[in-house]
């Protein structure tokens, strides 16, 4: 019943990888044209993927999402080296809202809902770009997903967080984009809720085949839905690999999850904690 | 008590009003969408008054072929004041934005007091019959028209923020132009389109007050009086604009009324609009519908 969004990812050719479906090449990213935020940012994305962009506050995860979706430039930042490949071709430099037309688009950190629109208005609202008509159905599916936004009739900035996350995913899939990027969708969610939107975003990947790229936090929850991961620390990646190797690794245990495997906390770990205290 | 006069006053105040309304309704188009106070707004009237006069008159079209050509003409020109004027001033502060309105104003005034004259002018005869009978009243058919097009004025204007795409887009953009951009909206377009929109919704006031009465340079005054109706209705508020301009008419005639069955003073219809303007601004300064921001606890 449900359809994929983009098409299925292609097979790669014998003797040839896939082409990835975003990568971001080397970019250096200023603000207000002295700030230097993004220090030659690389990462790739193949189709079909979920890839998580951990990293601690201020280390250029939400910078890194403007730099793709083009909304860099409504903040007065700018790519000044590096590029960005969306489907091949360039996208750095862009408006923002063209490249919501090439199949881009980003979730914003505090979910971008439009408060004084009712959420049918809101999800409408996603479908902007499109030309066809297959609108209804969307919205259908959308509210499908979301049972409970079919309910509320008043005003989306009434909602509670938990469901305005599930608005702007919604949203978002109103688009019928290749790929959206989240930034930071657990954000001010009790963790139960948490559980509950990364299995729909699990389930919006499986189902629709759309790509999507995370920026948590919650590295725990991030890793453990996602297939490879980037760590950024200072606007550059330290780190990156299958989710399996991060969520093995010892560093990654030691600053992003919590301790060190299951054994108990000891004095060792703590001596470990201050030897390591960049990655670089 | 004159009660004939009331009665003319009373419908003539809901006449007037329909058209602030309107006029009050294009106003807050352009402040939603770009927080600009648009002090041209009366001239915008004027030049769509003027232009629709000088087709009819001069080239003798009839009067739905010269009104199509008018706001044609106010689409485009709406389109490139925005982009022309308006588009390299986004980012400047607001109050340079609102001193360039105030300069377009009188720049346009004076155009069009340039090219068309100082004297009131008359639309050549539209309707076969001057009035119709309603009820025992007579009414003249030109005032039936003006409120029938403002009635449709604002249910179309209903219809679009509510149910197309483009009014969705531009509520959006009046939210939060960076959400309106992840979503896709080109923000340039929907200012390009709010004063097209704005334009061409005046114009078709000017036209409606210009067949009514007369086409003179007088009619920007509608955007002055547009003040009272947009404080009073919430300068945000498109319902509220459409209910500040009636309750602005019928206040100026109800004024108009005391004054010459009681007070006496003179010219109070004219005045009374502002005293309801102070007075709101001192009692309810966010109007009657005005943005109260939804805070989620």
Known sequence: MLQSHAEPAQAPVAGIAAEPLLSVRNIEVVYDEVILVLRGLSLEIPRGAIVALL??????????????????????????????????????????????????????EGRGIVADMTPIENLRLGAFTRRDNEVQKDLDMVLG?????????????????????????????????????????????????????????????RDLGVTILLVEQNARAALSVASHGYIMEQGKVV?????????DNEDVKEFYLGGAGDQRRSFKNLKSFKRRKRWL | MNMQLLVQLLVNGVIVGALYGVVAMSFVLIYKASQVVNFAQGEFLLIGAWVCWWLLTKYQIPFFAGMAITLVFMLVFGVALQIIVLRPLIGEPIISVIMVTIGLSTIFQGAMKWIFGLNAQPFPPIFKTQSVNILGLQIQTAYLMSVAVSLAMMAGM??????????????????????????????????????AISAVVSAVAGVVVGVVNSVSPALSTYGIKVFPAVILGGLDSIVGAVLGGLIIGLLENIAHYVDSEFLHWGNLYEIAPFYVLIIILMIKPYGLFGTRNIERV
């Open chain 1, 55 to 108: 990293g601690a506050n201020g280390a250029g995860k939400s910078t890194t999402l403007k730099a793709i979706s083009g909304l860099l430039k409504t903040e007065d930042g700018e790519v000044t080296r590096g590029e960005v490949l969306f489907d091949g071709q360039r996208i750095d430099g862009i408006d923002p809202d063209k490249i919501v037309r090439r199949g881009i688009f980003q979730v914003m």
């Open chain 1, 145 to 205: 997903y979301f049972p409970r936004l079919r309910e509320r009739t008043g005003l989306a900035g009434y909602l509670s967080g938990g469901e305005q996350q599930m608005l702007a995913i919604g949203r978002a899939l109103m688009a019928r984009p290749k790929l959206i990027l989240m930034d930071e969708p657990s954000m001010g969610l009790s963790p139960l809720l948490v559980k509950e939107v990364f299995a729909i975003i699990q389930r919006i990947n």
């Open chain 1, 239 to 247: 780190l990156d690999g299958t989710a399996e190797e991060l969520r």
């Open chain 2, 158 to 195: 209903a219809w679009f923020f509510k149910a197309s795409k483009y009014g969705l887009a531009m509520r959006a953009t009046a939210f939060n132009q960076q959400i309106a951009q992840s979503l896709g909206i080109s923000v340039k377009n929907i200012f390009a389109m709010a004063w």
